[in-house]
């Protein structure tokens, strides 16, 4: 017996890889991947500085959206939601800055808790966890791009850099 928490007509579908937006941290366009493998998201983020701001710890970090590219890069200032340790496939463990970030995903606006960490190697600048599909997401695996793509235009500037 299979049990539903909610309607499935209420969920949105999603493929295994999406274009995403970081609205409040002026991320229009950043290539997801979907996996359902991973609990929480992560995104590409280099020059950390962890600093405090009154009572509350911050985190100072830079975003570039397109992998191999450093155009439309931006610096980013949040405040620490959490630290975890995270258990990469390989079985390697790093404790990561967690921050909360609106979400734009297939057209669904979304918070999500997202670990700050070096992708620089990974084919997708962005990592969205079960955390995040538990908000009312399925996913599609044999899809891709069912929220649509970005711009031409946008495209077309960073190819063979994404």
Do not use: Y
């Amino acid at each position: 017996m299979v049990r539903v928490s909610e309607p499935i007509h209420s969920s949105t579908i999603t493929g295994w890889r999406e274009w995403a937006s970081l609205p409040e941290i002026g991320v229009p366009w950043i290539k997801a991947k979907i996996d359902t493998g991973a609990r929480t998201s992560s995104l590409h983020a280099f020059d950390l500085e962890e600093f405090r701001r009154g009572r509350k710890d911050w985190v100072r970090f830079g975003v570039q959206p397109w992998q191999n590219s450093d155009e439309d890069a931006v610096v980013v200032e949040c405040p620490v939601f959490d630290r975890r340790e995270i258990r990469s496939s390989s079985g390697h463990v790093d404790e990561r800055i967690v921050v909360l970030l609106d979400l734009v995903l297939t057209g669904r606006r979304v918070t999500a808790e997202v670990t700050l960490s070096n992708r620089d190697e990974m084919g997708f600048r962005m990592l969205v966890g079960r955390e995040v599909l538990r908000q009312g997401f399925l996913v599609s695996p044999g899809e891709s791009f069912l929220g649509g793509r970005a711009p031409k235009r946008t495209r077309r500037r960073n190819r063979g850099r994404e």
